[in-house]
């Protein structure tokens, strides 16, 4: 029988450490080399940008008002007017964050996971870069209550550093959205507690999480 990692000598990889072959008394010392009571922004945030939260609103509910893509002009802080485009999926708003911010979505759920991920740009929609990576998760499962825990990640594509198509840029806008990697955490957080907000009022109240208007009726 073939055993794990039987394909690698050991020397090859030595920053992989299984009890196998870093015993306690070693690994914890090592751990707790990696604990620290103050952490650098750039090392917490510096190439991805990870929030939780909890929600108490049906995890099929939520996940259904997430995964219709109008959604967004309720819950975020500045993306409004999505329309669709003549390509299917493809939606066109704006982002209110820059003057005349062309942005353009598309939405790719799945029911079994209960993941939504939005892919997005500014000022084009050939080349979708900015990805929002969401999962709803029973919080009956996880936290032995009713209701929901949201997952959210961002990563930091190279292009939040650098405008890859410039000349789609409208004249007005000084700035770039990469501007603000800095205060992803905040500013997402601000969204989460505004989708906390809306899905709860709305569950409480015995409304319709999704309203019609989102789902495009």
């Given at each position: 029988m073939t055993a794990a990692l039987d394909d690698i000598?050991?020397?090859?990889?030595?920053?992989?450490?299984?009890?196998?072959?870093?015993?306690i008394e070693t690994a914890e010392p090592m751990v707790a080399e990696m604990l620290h009571s103050v952490y650098p922004h750039e090392q917490?945030?510096?190439?991805?940008?990870t929030l939780h939260g909890y929600v108490d609103c049906p995890p099929r509910q939520l996940y259904d008002y997430l995964a219709h893509i109008r959604s967004l002009e309720e819950w975020t802080y500045s993306l409004r007017g999505l329309t669709?485009?003549?390509?299917p999926g493809l939606w066109q708003g704006y982002d209110r964050l820059g003057a005349d911010t062309e942005v353009y979505a598309r939405v790719e759920a799945n029911p079994d996971a209960m993941t939504v991920d939005y892919h997005c740009a500014w000022d084009q929609g050939a080349h979708l870069w900015m990805i929002y990576l969401m999962r709803v998760v029973d919080a009956q499962a996880?936290?032995?209550?009713?209701?929901s825990v949201v997952?959210?990640?961002?990563?930091?594509?190279?292009?939040y550093d650098r405008n890859p198509f410039p000349a789609a840029a409208p004249a007005a806008r000084d700035g770039w959205?990469?501007?603000?990697?800095?205060?992803?955490?905040?500013?997402?957080?601000l969204e989460m507690h505004n989708l906390k907000a809306i899905a709860e009022y709305r569950h409480s109240h015995g409304l319709p999480v999704t309203p019609e208007w989102v789902r495009g009726a």
């Open positions: 000598a050991p020397e090859a990889i030595p920053q992989v450490h299984r009890i196998e072959s870093t015993d917490v945030y510096g190439e991805y940008c669709v485009t003549d390509t996880v936290l032995d209550r009713p209701g997952l959210w990640t961002n990563c930091r594509h190279p292009f959205v990469g501007d603000y990697w800095d205060i992803f955490y905040p500013g997402h957080l």
